[in-house]
């Protein structure tokens, strides 16, 4: 038999041997590595609230625009979106328990996330409306309070296939790994 023949065929058998015999020895300890490091979520149905970091939390709405809205009082049209992108504005309601769920929310993120996984944080496309805050812990002097009700929004570009299948995720520092999923529909 040919000696360059030997080489390639014991070359392409190591190929499919090597990664067999790596599964083999260590595929167990691969998969409780993968299941240690799933994160805890915690999903609620549309249209319920749920308790997260001493806070209850709800969607209050989310909108839509194909363009971003004009911000009230401003004479500048606002700038187009980019092409198969849409503007999602979510507003969320929480009450605070205590002291303490009032301070988790100083490391607080809102993102989006749909049934494929894609993750969005917030973007800053326009001046936002201010008769709300635009951060869970406060903003434009609205900050949460013991036991009322605090709302917050925040914009979101997202490709437009994602924009009607989305779910509101929060995530507090305190709380990590975590995580509150609202789903929206």
């Known amino acids: 038999m040919n000696a360059g023949r030997v080489y390639w065929r014991s070359l392409a058998a190591l190929i499919v041997v090597v990664p067999l015999a790596l599964w083999t020895a260590s595929g167990e ?15 609620v149905a549309p249209g319920a609230s749920a308790e ?4 209850r939390w709800q969607i209050d709405r989310i909108e839509t625009f194909d363009a971003p809205p004009a911000t ?4 500048i049209a606002p700038a187009s979106l ?3 992108t849409r503007l999602l504005r979510v507003r969320m309601a929480l009450r605070a328990g205590d002291i303490e769920s009032i301070q988790k929310l100083d490391r607080c993120q809102l993102e989006l996330v749909d049934r494929r996984g894609r993750r969005w944080t ?3 496309l326009s001046p936002a409306r201010r008769d709300v805050a635009t951060r869970c812990n406060g903003s434009h002097g609205k ?5 009322q009700e605090f709302r917050f929004e925040q914009d979101f570009l997202l490709p437009a296939d994602a924009a009607g299948d989305v779910d509101a995720v929060i995530r507090l520092a305190a709380e990590n790994p975590r995580l509150l999923r609202l789903q929206w529909r």
């Open 29 to 43: 300890d691969y998969l409780a590595y993968q299941r240690h490091r799933a994160v805890p979520e915690t999903v």
């Open 52 to 55: 997260f970091g001493g806070s």
């Open 72 to 75: 009230p009082g401003s004479v």
């Open 82 to 84: 980019p092409a198969g």
């Open 122 to 124: 917030a973007a800053a």
């Open 143 to 147: 900050t949460p309070q013991i036991a």
